[in-house]
């Protein structure tokens, strides 16, 4: 099968959640809209295009109705366009850019948008009120859990302590500030709504500042006692937890690439994978596997890896469990710096790891979601040029 290209890729800058952010005045279809706007500025023939898919988590209120489809009418983008809409939890932005791979691979379509978008400050984190989040009848390890509660579980099963949390979430708020000083970092970074950076990176964190938070979310454990069969010990506070947040991510994907084209990446593999829900934040492990396996690469071979920091003990448990150098991971910073727009966070991370491979010369990437209730997926991509 033929492979897809990345013609190129953009992001939003990430907004607090909230009615002050610098996104909140802004609906997520003009969110998209500045995104194809961005591509068009930047020399791509963004809206003639054949689809247009986005991940979206609460698809409710403003993300209603198809945002796919609004933002396809919204940005001007081909009618003749077909535009849906997915959910796959945290992972949804890489799904919907997978989908539009392997479509075009398929030789289905020539050339696709695919991306997402989520603004938690109009669509609150659960906004759908989806009756599984508190579903009793489900078998106990099936049952819906916070994703936080997935993680303070895992920390305890992994053994992975508390200093191992702050100290994966010191290095994310320190590469976060610096990247901000050097343009090559943020260089597919699409300045929206006034808001030119990511607002929720806090730069001034500092070590002691990280060890005199308390656990934050023992509270939340008690409504959800049932599904988590006991206690357990909380070691996450808000310090090592990714700030919800509003944001979009956009990559337009083609085929092999004629006479003038220049795509900045070529999509090497891909892979999805499920896992067990009593134990969901592995599944991004099992698809970075799969991805490596089916590739022939190793994580050796990676010359930068954006992995999300879906909590501190993804990462912590990453560089402690794999053969990885530190250095070329999340180099300007994860997702505990600079948040995590649900639906968008997997295009936001494949954006930024064009940009940390433009920055470095570096040749091949890899970029790793997880998400909650057991999901997860993987992108190896080579850089062009």
């Known amino acids: 099968m033929a492979h897809a290209y990345i013609y190129d890729a953009v992001r ?6 909230r009615a002050e952010g610098g996104l909140a005045k802004m609906k997520p279809q003009e969110l998209v809209a500045g ?8 020399g791509q023939d963004a809206r003639n295009v054949q689809a247009l898919v986005l991940g979206c988590v609460d698809q409710v209120g403003d993300q209603g109705a198809n945002i796919a489809l609004v933002s396809k009418l919204h940005a001007g983008v081909d009618d003749a366009a077909y535009a849906f809409t997915l959910n796959n939890y945290c992972v949804s932005g890489l ?4 989908h539009a791979a392997t479509q075009i691979a398929a030789g289905n379509l020539d050339r696709a948008l695919a991306g997402g978008v989520e603004m938690m400050s109009r669509v609150p984190f659960l906004g759908d009120n989806a009756s599984y989040y508190t579903d009793t009848s489900l078998p106990q390890r099936t049952r819906f859990i916070p994703v936080v509660l997935a993680a303070d579980r ?10 191992q949390l702050d100290a994966v ?3 994310s708020q320190l590469r976060a500030g610096t990247a901000e000083a050097n343009p090559a970092l943020t260089a597919s970074r699409i300045s929206l709504g006034g808001l030119g950076f990511d607002e929720c990176a806090r730069p001034q964190t500092t070590a002691a500042s990280l060890a005199a938070m308390p656990p934050s979310f023992a509270a939340l454990a008690v409504q959800y006692a049932d599904a988590l069969e006991g206690p357990i010990d909380h070691r996450h506070t808000i310090g090592h937890a990714p700030p919800i947040c509003d944001g979009a991510g956009l990559a337009l994907i083609g085929g092999v690439p004629t006479a003038g084209d220049r795509p900045r990446a070529r999509i090497l593999g891909y892979a999805e994978s499920g896992g067990d829900p009593y ?3 592995l599944a991004g492990f099992t698809a970075m596997d799969r991805v490596l396996e089916r590739t ?3 994580l050796a071979d990676m010359d930068r890896i954006e992995f999300m920091e879906a909590f501190a003990v993804t990462i912590a448990k990453f560089l402690r469990d794999y053969p990885v150098d530190p250095d070329k991971v999340n180099v300007a910073g994860g997702h505990i710096a600079r948040g995590h727009p649900m639906g968008a966070s997997g295009a936001i991370l494949l954006s930024t790891l064009l940009d940390v491979l433009d920055a470095s010369n570096g040749r091949l990437g890899l970029v790793v979601c997880s998400g909650a209730a057991g999901v997860g997926a993987a992108m190896v991509i080579e850089r062009l040029g």
């Open 279 to 281: 134990a969901s934040l």
């Open 95 to 98: 799904t919907a850019i997978g």
């Open 12 to 17: 939003t800058p990430r907004g607090k959640a």
């Open 154 to 163: 895992l920390a305890e099963a992994e053994g992975i302590s508390r200093d």
């Open 35 to 42: 995104l194809v706007d961005g591509l068009q500025t930047r």
């Open 296 to 298: 022939g690469l190793t």
């Open 169 to 171: 979430s010191l290095v």
